[in-house]
């Protein structure tokens, strides 16, 4: 096996429990012996299940903080041969990332270790769009010289997008490149607003589906049309469309115009759908996740039942939100399964929303444990509504005053001490 290779332990273990960024695991790793090694660990083989969607910087940053891990074994592997030599893009992305929240943490030694991998690495320009992000002048003094010799006009657009920045600013002043970016950044002025166009004849719905269906570029405005009419004609052209071309351009539009489109009109045809199992089954369940009725329970159970005892998290999603809406309170057990078990941690705002609407009562120590989870979006639910005993006081003090937590959730903590 090779050594990077991730392998998910058992929920009921503490690295388990660290691997999916669960509250409860950092709520006892400080109790625990060796549970800094199981945290490097998971910061030197990441194991999100969805690298581009899931958090877990900032959770690893606060336990190496808690439990007084030196920055030495990240060091080491970002330096390791196999650096040069590791086809994994996403290799150094995780501590490199929790690099930087250890400096919003106040740990700036990190910053020593950003810097020299920006110097060397492979994947200098992550370190580097790292280190612009901490917004210090001070931890980037010279390497402006390294992002207008190295960067590309791409690579510097990224680096000086978003609000103003004083670490750009300042290179800006030095670096001709980077000012030059920062211009194309700059709106080029208040557009001149065109004219009153010339009114069309409003197209019947037939003609709006011969449009539809011819797949060119004016059959997107068709299609979007007919969902803005809420016409059936819609629900014709997914059956049509989504069995063949689901993943393409054509089957993207007719799904987001059905998900706009929504509403009563569509809950016969979704059902006929979902039940049939064929290729709009799909958009069948998510019509009924989001607008279907108790109706739709047993089939929404179902399919999470199935989902869950395939560890299918991906598609648990859609039947946890139905289910949540409609407050199914016989879908607690498989919420409980699914916060517990699922290696997608994105998954857990939903679950706990779901809980809180189902269950109230039994979702309050979920609340609770959230206030450590890695996800920002069970933090700020848990924020919100776990119960105020002595350890959530502390730890809602804690966030408020947690510079690398996000503003929103900081507020909401302190608003919830006052």
Known sequence: MNSHEVVLEASSTLHGQLQRGLGRAARRAADRRGAGEYVYDCVLRDPRWDRQCEDRALYYAR???????????????????????????????????????????SRREAAEVLRGYTEEGTHWFDALDELVALRDPALTIGLDRLAAARCDEAELDHLVAGPHNPVIESWADRQPRVAAALERRRPAGRLRRPGPAAERPARTEDELLELARRGDEGAVSAIFELGRRRSPGLLDLAEEVLPQRADSRWGGVVRRALREFGGPETLPRAREWAASQGGCADMGLRILARHGTRQDIPLLMRTLDDAVA????????????????????????????????????????????????????????????????????VREIAVQLAPLTQETRTRLQRLHHDAAEEPGIRATAAARMI
């Not at 920055?71 to 196999?82: C, K, M, V």
């Open 310 to 377: 395939r560890r299918a998290w991906g598609e648990s999603a859609g039947p946890i939100e139905g289910l949540g809406r409609l407050r199914a309170g016989e879908a607690v057990p498989l919420l409980k399964t699914a916060w517990t078990e699922s290696t997608y941690a994105y998954l857990r705002p939903r679950v706990l929303t779901a809980l809180t609407r189902t269950a109230p009562h039994t979702a309050e120590s979920f609340t609770v444990e959230g206030l450590w989870d890695c996800e920002e979006g």
């Open 63 to 105: 336990l190496m903080v808690d439990l007084e891990l030196p920055t030495g074994p990240l060091a080491e592997f970002l330096f390791d041969p196999d650096d040069l030599t590791d086809p994994d893009g996403w290799r150094s992305a995780l501590p490199l990332a929790v690099l930087a929240d250890l400096v919003r943490l």
